[in-house]
């Protein structure tokens, strides 16, 4: 029997010097050599990760997935197009 399916998600952040912020980052290999890289701006980030929750990250001002609709959408800024977000 399979477990149930826990939102036990981590994403792996770090300081990155040329956002000027913590960031979302995804790994590199060159050649055995794994990197971390800025999801934002592909720049290699510091070794030092933080790995936060699924909240933790939407807190940071990442939106992932596609938030139910409910009670009233959840955008306080009014765009209208905050669950379509490009970047
Ligand atoms: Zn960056």
Not at 1 to 10: D, K
Not at 46 to 63: C, H, K, M, P, V
């Amino acid at each position: 029997m399979p477990a149930p399916a826990l939102i036990t998600s981590s994403f792996p952040t770090a300081r990155c010097a040329v956002c000027d912020r913590h960031v979302l980052t995804y790994v590199a290999f060159e050649g055995d050599v794994e990197l971390r890289n800025c999801v934002h701006c592909d720049g290699v980030v510091e070794a030092d990760l933080r790995w936060i929750n699924a909240s933790e990250l939407e807190a940071a001002g990442y939106q992932f997935g596609a938030r139910a609709p409910s009670s009233g959408g959840g955008c306080s800024s009014g765009c209208g197009t905050c669950s379509v977000r490009k970047h």
